[in-house]
Structures are given as structure tokens and as C-alpha cells.
């Protein structure tokens, strides 16, 4: 998940969290009978372009205050010269740029209009990026700024939550109807189901379209960087850089006189304390080797996967988005910065399918449960119920979501793992460096960065209860960037890769995650149950 859709998921929540409190204050009037009729949907309806409104109206005040932003004048003088350029032509207002004092490699923005907005981005694409990619970087966010994107797409979000406010009144208005008698009341109660059954389609169809025209805006972002600094490859390169973690400290050739330039603009860091070449990823002058970035994008591009949660993503996979800006640049007389012509040696269909049937084993056991009951008792059909959920469960954990094998690799090995899901993952032991947060700059992000020379890859940190998390976050996790670390976890991949944590060593102290023991004694426990009650079946 790409820094803008944390963030962005991050308010909706909040946002989320306050609709529904009004939700619940508009139902308790409407069942104690203060409100009613065809109210029920017109007041959450209110309530909720109310909602959206204020959302879009202070998102960008919070948004200042939870993320760590220092604003400065510019970034390079040629960048600054770029951005003047594309803010004279399209006739806007020049952006408030900020950078984050963190390696994590991003960039966002975020306003209220394209001529009150924000740009920022991390020391890590000034570090992990040469200058024409971070101006490529750049470019795709003045392209959501050009566009509004922030006006358009508050406008999309407030659909499909209309729809989604006119099914619930059409349920809350069917559970007062079905207490009345009478033909008329009959009638109403059809009426309401059928306003619920096509609100609720409706709702669904229209949430996918608006993640349909997030993804579009971004390939129309892609698409104004590449316009306006006439070379594709570099958004792409940047991409590889950012999305895939495929990054290396030094950029290669040229990369001191960048290095010095950032150093006098931004006072960023010292040039002389970057970490020498990754030859295992790179060529010796320090380029990422492309056989490495096309298995890379095999997952996006083969694995079934990619296609489901694509479909639920605001951004387009990245594989995709680079294939767009190779056709950009062939349109326009230029090389592609990949030319993927890996041949696929297999469906990858029936690990797609293994994944869906091991993951969801348990739930045979309400059958199972059922028929012992049915040709048992009920002490039967309980125990059956307990030792079967216990037992598919562990199953899953054992071979898929926690298995045990660690065995040590390299981020850039691991990237070209075409087998690997949000399901099945691979136990791996990592070493490296922590670089920042795992989204830069939010001053309660628990998840780390980590670079161990052939790449970079999040590192997901979650122990049993949110609220660790975020203790974590505000006061444990920065003392962890710089640090040299050992990391056990299992490595999945979603649209963006991470590594689960197990545990992870700095200095000579291990700091341990206890989410994944707890569930191992939670299914041990639900078997033991499941035992006992079988026991006691065949006793009484």
C-alpha cells in the first residue's frame, strides 16, 4: 500500500468512525420515534455529503499536523525550474513543497484545490533517486494537482457512500414496516427491499468504479510526467525504485554531483557515508539489472492474485503502470525502459486455488459438526466443531501463514518469487538496515523500512492489539532507524511486497512479535476443547 492510500485510508477511517456515530444517533431517533418515514434516508444522506464536505475541508489540516513535514523553498534548482514551468503553463498556483526526513523512498500531496495544495517528498527519493527521476516523482504528483484530483475525487467517494446510506435506511425503514399489519404496510416492506437490493448493487458497483477512476488518475498522473519531462523512463526507473523496492544507495554514474547538490540545497545527508554498490542487484555502474526488475513484475503480471487486489487497490499494479510508459515512450520514438518478454512457464491457477482452499478449511468444520450431530449427539457435533476448526486452522498456519522454516535471502531474490500470496508465504531471515518508517513522516507508523543492500522491503510490525502498535509508533520506532537489524519473518506480497515480523535482533537484543504464538496456542486450545468434548460424547 503506497504512502497517499495509507494516508488517505488513515482519515476515511477517522471520517468513517464520526459517520457512524451520527448513523447510530439518526437510527436511535428513528426507533424511538422522533424521526421516521422516508426521514430515515434523507437525514443520513445529509449526514453524509455533510461528512464528505468536512473530510475534504480539514483532511489537509490534519494531514500538516500528523506527518512530520518540513517545508522548504525548493528542492534543486532545477526541479524548482520544472515546477515553475508546469505551474506556469497550466495556470495554477505554485505548490507548498515539503520534504520528510525519512530514507523511505515516497511522495504525496494533498489540498483542497490545484491552487491551494501541498507537495512533499522523502529524503529517500532524493537518495535512492537520480535527479531526473525525482523529477519524474515529481511530475506524477504536480499531475494529481493539475488535475484537481483532490476536488474529483471527493466528489467520487460521496457516491457509493450515498448508496450505502440509502440501503441502510431502506433496511431500518423495512424493520419498522414488518411491525405493521395491512396490505399498504405489505407493500411498503416490497417496495423497501427492493430500494435495499439495488441500493446495496448499486453501492458495490460504484465503489469499484470509483478504485476504477483513482487507478485511471493515476495512470493519467504517470501520463503528465511523462509529457512534461519528456522521458517516461525515468518514472518508470523511479517506480521500479519506489514500488518494488529495487533501489541501491549511490545511483551510479553521476551520483556524487547529485549527491553534493542535495547535500547544498537540503542539507540532506553526507554523501560519503552512502554504502558502496549492491553488485547483486546492480552492474557495476550501479544500475538495477533489468533481467531482476522483469521478474519483479512477473508477479503483477502472472500471479491471479494481482488481478483480485488490483481490483480493491486505488492504484494500478505497478507492472502495469510501467508497460503504460513503455508504450508512451515507443509512441514517442523512444526506447521502453523494459521490454518484458519473459515467457510464463506455468498457469500459477492452481497455487491461486491451494491458497483459497487451505486458507479457508475451517470452514469444513460447520458440516463436519453438523453431521456428527446429526448421526451422534450433541456433545459430538461440539467436540467435531472445536477439533475441526482447531485442526484446519493449523493446518493453514503450519504450511501457509506461519510456517517455521527460516532460511536466509535477499530482498532482491525474493522479489522475483512469482508463488508467493497475501496466503502463502515464505520464511525468511533478513539482515540490514533500518532506513525509516514504513510510511515516512506519520509520527505514530509502526512499520519499518528496511534496506539490505539488493533492496528495499516494509517490514510489518503488528503485535496483539492496535494499540500496541501505536505505542510502538509514537515512542519505540525511531530509535530503530540507522540501527543494523536481523529480522525473521514471512515474506508476502499484496500490491507491494512485506515481511511479516517474527522477531528482530538489534545490537545483541532480540525484540519479539507474540501475535503469531498467541494464534498457534489459540488453535492448541480450540483442538484441546474439541478433544475434550469428544471424550465426554463417548462417555455419556
Same mark, same amino acid.
Given at each position: 500500500?503506497?504512502?497517499?492510500?495509507?494516508?488517505?485510508?488513515?482519515?476515511?477511517?477517522?471520517?468513517?468512525?464520526?459517520?457512524?456515530?451520527?448513523?447510530?444517533?439518526?437510527?436511535?431517533?428513528?426507533?424511538?420515534?422522533?424521526?421516521?418515514?422516508?426521514?430515515?434516508?434523507?437525514?443520513?444522506?445529509?449526514?453524509?455529503?455533510?461528512?464528505?464536505?468536512?473530510?475534504?475541508? /480539514?483532511?489537509?489540516?490534519?494531514?500538516? !499536523?500528523?506527518?512530520?513535514?518540513?517545508?522548504? $523553498?525548493?528542492?534543486?534548482?532545477?526541479?524548482?525550474?520544472?515546477?515553475?514551468?508546469? +505551474?506556469?503553463?497550466?495556470?495554477?498556483?505554485?505548490? %507548498?513543497?515539503?520534504?520528510?526526513?525519512?530514507?523511505?523512498?515516497?511522495?504525496?500531496?494533498?489540498?483542497?484545490?490545484?491552487?491551494?495544495?501541498?507537495?512533499?517528498?522523502?529524503?529517500?527519493?532524493?537518495?535512492?533517486?537520480?535527479?531526473?527521476?525525482?523529477? *519524474? %516523482? %515529481?511530475?506524477?504528483?504536480?499531475?494529481?494537482? +493539475?488535475?484537481?484530483?483532490? %476536488?474529483?475525487?471527493?466528489? +467520487?467517494?460521496?457516491?457509493?457512500?450515498?448508496?450505502?446510506?440509502?440501503?441502510?435506511?431502506?433496511?431500518?425503514?423495512?424493520?419498522?414496516?414488518?411491525?405493521?399489519?395491512?396490505?399498504?404496510?405489505?407493500?411498503?416492506?416490497?417496495?423497501?427491499?427492493?430500494?435495499? *437490493?439495488?441500493?446495496?448493487?448499486?453501492?458495490? &458497483?460504484?465503489?469499484?468504479? $470509483?478504485?476504477?477512476?483513482?487507478?485511471?488518475? #493515476?495512470?493519467?498522473?504517470?501520463?503528465?510526467?511523462?509529457?512534461?519531462?519528456?522521458?517516461?523512463?525515468?518514472?518508470?526507473?523511479?517506480?521500479?525504485?519506489?514500488?518494488?523496492?529495487?533501489? &541501491? #544507495?549511490?545511483?551510479? #554514474?553521476?551520483?556524487?554531483?547529485?549527491?553534493?547538490?542535495?547535500?547544498?540545497?537540503?542539507?540532506?545527508?553526507?554523501?560519503?557515508?552512502?554504502?558502496?554498490?549492491?553488485?547483486?542487484?546492480?552492474?557495476?555502474?550501479?544500475?538495477?539489472?533489468? #533481467?531482476?526488475?522483469?521478474?519483479?513484475?512477473?508477479?503483477?503480471?502472472?500471479?491471479?492474485?494481482?488481478?483480485?487486489?488490483?481490483?480493491?487497490?486505488?492504484?494500478?499494479?505497478?507492472?502495469?503502470?510501467?508497460?503504460?510508459?513503455?508504450?508512451?515512450?515507443?509512441?514517442?520514438?523512444?526506447?521502453?525502459? /523494459?521490454?518484458?518478454?519473459?515467457?510464463?512457464?506455468?498457469?500459477?491457477?492452481?497455487?491461486?486455488?491451494?491458497?483459497?482452499?487451505?486458507?479457508?478449511?475451517?470452514?469444513?468444520?460447520? =458440516?463436519?459438526?453438523?453431521?456428527?450431530?446429526?448421526?451422534?449427539?450433541?456433545?459430538?457435533?461440539?467436540?467435531?466443531?472445536?477439533?475441526?476448526?482447531?485442526?484446519?486452522?493449523?493446518?493453514?498456519?503450519?504450511?501457509?501463514?506461519?510456517?517455521?522454516?527460516?532460511?536466509?535471502?535477499? /530482498?532482491?531474490?525474493?522479489?522475483?518469487?512469482?508463488?508467493?500470496?497475501?496466503?502463502?508465504?515464505? =520464511?525468511?531471515?533478513?539482515?540490514?538496515?533500518?532506513?525509516?518508517?514504513?510510511?515516512?513522516?506519520?509520527?505514530?507508523?509502526?512499520?519499518?523500512?528496511?534496506?539490505?543492500?539488493?533492496?528495499?522491503?516494509?517490514?510489518?510490525?503488528?503485535?496483539?492489539?492496535?494499540?500496541?502498535?501505536?505505542?510502538?509508533?509514537?515512542?519505540?520506532?525511531?530509535?530503530?532507524?540507522?540501527?543494523?537489524?536481523?529480522?525473521?519473518?514471512?515474506?508476502?506480497?499484496?500490491?507491494?511486497?512485506?515481511?511479516? /515480523?517474527?522477531?528482530?535482533?538489534?545490537?545483541?537484543? !532480540?525484540?519479539?512479535?507474540?501475535?503469531?504464538?498467541?494464534?498457534?496456542?489459540?488453535?492448541?486450545?480450540? &483442538?484441546? +476443547?474439541? $478433544?475434550?468434548?469428544?471424550?465426554?460424547?463417548?462417555?455419556?
Amino acid at each position: 500500500m503506497g504512502l497517499r492510500t495509507r494516508m488517505y485510508l488513515a482519515i476515511s477511517l477517522l471520517f468513517g468512525l464520526l459517520f457512524a456515530i451520527f448513523m447510530g444517533i439518526t437510527y436511535y431517533f428513528y426507533y424511538r420515534g422522533v424521526i421516521g418515514g422516508v426521514w430515515i434516508i434523507v437525514i443520513p444522506a445529509i449526514l453524509a455529503v455533510g461528512i464528505v464536505l468536512l473530510q475534504w475541508g /480539514i483532511s489537509p489540516l490534519i494531514l500538516k !499536523w500528523i506527518y512530520k513535514i518540513e517545508w522548504v $523553498a525548493g528542492y534543486t534548482p532545477e526541479i524548482d525550474a520544472y515546477i515553475d514551468e508546469v +505551474v506556469k503553463k497550466n495556470n495554477i498556483r505554485r505548490p %507548498v513543497l515539503g520534504i520528510v526526513r525519512d530514507n523511505n523512498p515516497n511522495a504525496f500531496c494533498f489540498g483542497w484545490t490545484k491552487n491551494r495544495s501541498f507537495l512533499v517528498i522523502t529524503e529517500g527519493v532524493l537518495k535512492y533517486c537520480d535527479e531526473e527521476e525525482v523529477k *519524474a %516523482v %515529481v511530475g506524477h504528483e504536480l499531475g494529481h494537482i +493539475v488535475h484537481n484530483d483532490f %476536488v474529483v475525487m471527493t466528489v +467520487v467517494s460521496a457516491v457509493p457512500l450515498l448508496f450505502y446510506v440509502i440501503f441502510r435506511g431502506a433496511l431500518a425503514f423495512m424493520r419498522g414496516a414488518s411491525r405493521s399489519r395491512g396490505r399498504s404496510a405489505g407493500n411498503a416492506l416490497l417496495a423497501a427491499a427492493v430500494v435495499a *437490493a439495488i441500493s446495496f448493487l448499486v453501492y458495490i &458497483i460504484s465503489h469499484m468504479i $470509483a478504485l476504477l477512476i483513482s487507478r485511471y488518475r #493515476e495512470y493519467w498522473a504517470d501520463r503528465f510526467s511523462a509529457e512534461t519531462t519528456g522521458e517516461p523512463n525515468k518514472l518508470s526507473s523511479a517506480l521500479v525504485k519506489i514500488a518494488y523496492g529495487l533501489a &541501491i #544507495e549511490g545511483r551510479g #554514474e553521476g551520483a556524487d554531483k547529485h549527491h553534493k547538490r542535495y547535500e547544498n540545497a537540503l542539507m540532506i545527508f553526507n554523501a560519503s557515508a552512502a554504502r558502496a554498490l549492491a553488485v547483486n542487484a546492480s552492474d557495476g555502474r550501479g544500475w538495477i539489472d533489468k #533481467e531482476r526488475i522483469k521478474k519483479a513484475m512477473a508477479w503483477d503480471l502472472w500471479n491471479p492474485w494481482a488481478i483480485f487486489l488490483e481490483l480493491k487497490s486505488t492504484h494500478p499494479l505497478p507492472a502495469k503502470r510501467i508497460k503504460a510508459l513503455d508504450d508512451y515512450a515507443m509512441a514517442h520514438g523512444k526506447l521502453p525502459y /523494459i521490454n518484458f518478454d519473459m515467457k510464463k512457464s506455468e498457469s500459477y491457477w492452481d497455487e491461486f486455488l491451494e491458497d483459497i482452499l487451505i486458507s479457508n478449511l475451517w470452514i469444513f468444520s460447520f =458440516p463436519l459438526a453438523f453431521l456428527m450431530g446429526y448421526y451422534g449427539n450433541l456433545l459430538l457435533a461440539i467436540g467435531g466443531f472445536f477439533f475441526f476448526l482447531g485442526f484446519f486452522l493449523l493446518i493453514y498456519f503450519v504450511t501457509f501463514k506461519y510456517p517455521l522454516s527460516f532460511k536466509e535471502a535477499k /530482498i532482491g531474490e525474493l522479489l522475483e518469487d512469482i508463488k508467493v500470496s497475501p496466503v502463502r508465504s515464505r =520464511p525468511v531471515i533478513l539482515k540490514g538496515r533500518v532506513i525509516g518508517r514504513g510510511v515516512p513522516g506519520l509520527f505514530y507508523s509502526e512499520d519499518l523500512k528496511l534496506d539490505d543492500g539488493t533492496g528495499l522491503i516494509l517490514l510489518d510490525y503488528h503485535q496483539v492489539l492496535n494499540f500496541i502498535d501505536f505505542l510502538v509508533g509514537v515512542f519505540a520506532t525511531e530509535e530503530k532507524i540507522g540501527e543494523s537489524v536481523e529480522v525473521w519473518g514471512w515474506y508476502r506480497r499484496r500490491i507491494v511486497p512485506y515481511v511479516e /515480523i517474527f522477531k528482530m535482533r538489534i545490537g545483541g537484543r !532480540w525484540k519479539r512479535i507474540y501475535t503469531q504464538i498467541l494464534y498457534y496456542i489459540a488453535v492448541v486450545f480450540l &483442538i484441546l +476443547v474439541g $478433544a475434550f468434548f469428544l471424550v465426554l460424547s463417548f462417555l455419556f
